[in-house]
């Protein structure tokens, strides 16, 4: 390992990973639900594509997010 001393905040940087990725996906797919006419005009796909695009990202974050909850509550 190239910085040993850096080992011990490992959970803290997959945690916080975990929610920046979570973040993206939540702010990408409210986009999508919010004004999908438009972002299926953006990224060159139908409208019903692009709300079922919005809610599984949507989906995607919270699962993220929850699974996170549930793995930290576990090591406490």
Same mark, same amino acid.
């Given at each position: 390992?190239?910085?040993?001393? /850096? *080992?011990?905040?490992?959970?803290? %940087? !997959?945690?916080?990973?975990?929610?920046?990725?979570?973040?993206?996906?939540?702010? @990408?797919?409210?986009?999508?639900?919010?004004?999908?006419?438009?972002?299926?005009?953006?990224?060159?796909?139908?409208?019903?594509?692009?709300?079922?695009?919005?809610?599984?990202?949507? %989906? %995607? @974050?919270?699962?993220? /997010?929850? *699974?996170?909850?549930?793995? @930290? !509550?576990?090591?406490?």
């Amino acid at each position: 390992m190239m910085f040993p001393q /850096l *080992a011990q905040f490992t959970d803290v %940087a !997959l945690l916080l990973l975990r929610v920046m990725v979570g973040l993206v996906f939540i702010t @990408s797919g409210w986009k999508h639900l919010k004004d999908p006419e438009a972002r299926s005009k953006d990224i060159g796909m139908s409208k019903g594509f692009t709300i079922f695009l919005g809610a599984v990202e949507v %989906a %995607a @974050s919270f699962g993220l /997010l929850l *699974a996170f909850s549930r793995n @930290s !509550l576990r090591r406490v």
